[in-house]
């Protein structure tokens, strides 16, 4: 009996990663800088890169994107860039009208998504808000793939894999050690046989994310 759960338990081991390989494993979708104010009529365009566990670019996918706003959903227009050797995807949005929109990017790659927080779109008139600089990192941590292995209690987003990484909602690290890693994590050796991939991160991006990490409680736009 025992050694028939054990090979229970390993066929369905198996079976899972054989599953888990069938839609090619997992990806981090990572969406660059994105501007603090949409405006209805006014083409919002986003650029992507997919890269299979974070490490791998992916090419040759077909995404789409979305935006939802309570019932009413819109469809954009996405393509593949290659310029001057970068890569990557876009994709175009135009709001019909203000209010709390969500856009979804689908990577067409599995289940490999991103998905922003909700954004406020204005009318042409209004005046738009800064964002402060925990704001924009808390924005970050969701567009820039991080929910994808960490938790915060701040993005109510579900990422792939989520727990992977360690739950960062009580987290606060030295300022100057976590921007060191944030640029090259391989300064800090695996934890439990995990290692931080490096997401290539834009030296302006760091600085948001330290604020949001460190920061005390949620700051909103001002």
């Known amino acids: ?11 369905a081991i198996i079976a ?16 660059a800088k994105i501007p603090d104010g949409w405006v209805t009529g006014k083409p919002l365009q986003l650029t992507w890169t997919v890269r299979q566990h974070a490490v791998s670019p992916l090419y040759g996918l077909k995404p789409t994107i979305q935006a939802r706003s309570g019932s009413k959903v819109i469809e954009g227009t996405t393509w593949e860039f290659n310029e001057q050797g970068t890569r990557g995807y876009r994709g175009r949005l135009t709001f019909p009208n203000p209010g709390e929109w969500q856009v979804t990017i689908y990577s067409g790659f599995g289940r490999s998504n991103a998905v922003l927080v909700p954004w406020n779109v204005y009318d042409s008139e209004s005046k738009i808000p800064t964002f402060t600089e925990a704001e924009r990192g808390r924005r970050m941590f969701a567009s820039l793939g991080c929910v994808s292995c960490h938790v915060h209690r701040d993005v ?3 990422g792939q894999l989520s727990d992977f990484g360690p739950d960062l909602s009580e987290k606060k690290l030295p300022a100057e ?20 991939p ?3 991160l834009k030296g302006k991006d760091i600085p948001a994310l ?13």
């Open 177 to 196: 050690y976590l921007a060191k890693f944030l640029a090259n994590p391989s300064i800090k050796p695996p934890t439990n046989g995990k290692q931080m």
């Open 198 to 200: 490096n997401l290539q």
């Open 1 to 11: 009996m025992k050694r028939f759960a054990i090979g229970a338990a390993v066929a």
């Open 210 to 222: 330290i604020a949001f990490i460190n920061s005390d409680r949620r700051i909103t736009a001002r």
């Open 156 to 158: 109510d987003i579900k």
């Open 16 to 31: 899972f990663i054989a599953g888990f390989t069938s839609f090619g494993g997992w990806a981090v979708v990572s969406v």
